[in-house]
């Protein structure tokens, strides 16, 4: 079965970090770009950060003003979020998911993992 | 900073058309994706990918457009199974990061 499980989340205090942990089973995670997105309670969807298949290329939104680092790696077929600096805006559920995948003629892959709570 | 832009709230009744608008100014040169989450705290699922396609298992009553900074989300038939939130999901101007929209709960009723 393919899956993406995220583990690490719970609660933290104001201003201290956190890193939550993405690994992937039934499937080959170097295969896909990897994305995090939160939400907060009540809330809607937000892309946080991507990180490209190698890991060589990485983009965050603008609101995290450079608190949070998303790192990969492929050999133990898992992607990280490093969380810094945090405040009570940062209390959510956390998912990953892959990059959407599209082979022409056949169709599209995605996956989300079913999130984890973090609550500052 | 870039932002996709969708109506709060849809309410349809049974068997009728909901359509749900995301606009944003980088839509003419990005591909629009558009999500289901049901309430639950369940994952979100990808609806419509590329502007108008539909992944496999999405039932041909749901459906997608553009047209200029304007991607619509439409629900032909609508059923009580469609009641959730529908985000659409996109890339802002120069590529680089995501953004989603702030979401629109459809209710039928």
């Known amino acids: 079965e393919l899956q993406l499980v995220e583990s690490g989340g719970g609660l933290v205090q104001p201003g201290n970090p956190l890193r939550l942990s993405c690994k992937a089973s039934?499937?080959?995670?170097?295969?896909?770009?990897m994305h995090w997105v939160r939400q907060r309670p009540g809330k809607g969807l937000e892309w946080l950060a991507g990180?490209?298949?190698?890991?060589?290329?990485?983009d965050y939104a603008d609101f995290l003003k450079g608190r949070f680092t998303i790192s990969r790696e492929n050999g133990k077929n898992s992607l990280y979020l490093h969380l810094n600096s945090t405040t009570v805006d940062d209390t959510a559920f956390y998912y990953c998911?892959?990059?959407?995948?599209?082979?022409?003629?056949?169709?599209?892959?995605?996956?989300w993992g079913r999130g984890t709570l973090v609550t500052v | 900073s870039y932002e996709l832009t969708q109506p709060p709230s849809v309410s349809v009744s049974p068997g009728q058309t909901a359509k749900i608008t995301c606009s944003g100014d980088a839509l003419p040169s990005n591909f629009v994706y558009w999500y289901q989450q049901k309430s639950g705290g369940q994952a979100p699922v990808l609806i419509i990918y590329e502007d108008t396609k539909r992944p496999s298992g999405i039932p041909e009553r749901i459906s997608g457009s553009t047209s200029g900074t304007v991607a619509t989300l439409t629900i032909s038939g609508a059923q009580v199974e469609d009641e959730a939130d529908y985000y659409c999901?996109?890339?802002?101007?120069?590529?680089?990061?995501?953004?989603f929209g702030a979401g629109t709960k459809v209710t039928v009723l």
């Open positions: 999901y996109s890339t802002e101007t120069n590529g680089n990061y995501r953004v």
């Open positions: 990180i490209s298949w190698n890991g060589v290329n990485t």
């Open positions: 998911k892959t990059g959407i995948f599209v082979e022409p003629g056949i169709g599209a892959f995605e996956l």
């Open positions: 039934g499937f080959m995670l170097s295969d896909y770009g």
